[in-house]
Nanobody, 124 residues
């Protein structure tokens, strides 16, 4: 059984930082696309970042230069370092896994395994 567990969310002031973690069981990270998505109230789920072997990581334009995705394969863990956070980054953040490219790394429909989200709130 595949399980993904995201953690690390919280309340942070604008300009602050958080590091999200996604720990997987039942799936080998090295063989999968691992993506971070977020969904704010009243908005569609959007791709934030994705990491996979052999290609450069994907970042949404809105987070380029501020967020960094990384992986620790022995720990089956993917991280999302989020710096210079803005109020518009407030959302529930999810990690997801896919064994295929599907409709693209940033497309939620590509991913067939999802973890529960972690809330990120950026507010003063």
């Amino acid at each position: 059984e595949v399980q993904l567990q995201a953690s690390g969310g919280g309340l942070v002031q604008p300009g602050g930082s958080l590091r999200l973690s996604c720990v997987a069981s039942g799936v080998t990270f090295n063989d999968h696309y691992i993506g971070w998505f977020r969904q704010a109230p009243g908005k569609e789920r959007e791709g934030v970042s994705c990491i996979s072997n052999g290609v450069n990581p994907y970042y949404a334009d809105s987070v380029k230069g501020r967020f960094t995705i990384s992986r620790d394969n022995p720990k089956n863990t993917v991280y999302l370092q989020m710096n210079s956070l803005k109020p518009e980054d407030t959302a529930i953040y999810y990690c997801a896994a896919s064994s295929t490219y599907g409709l693209g790394r940033s497309n939620p429909t590509t991913y067939n395994f999802w973890g529960r989200g972690t809330q990120v709130t950026v507010s003063s």
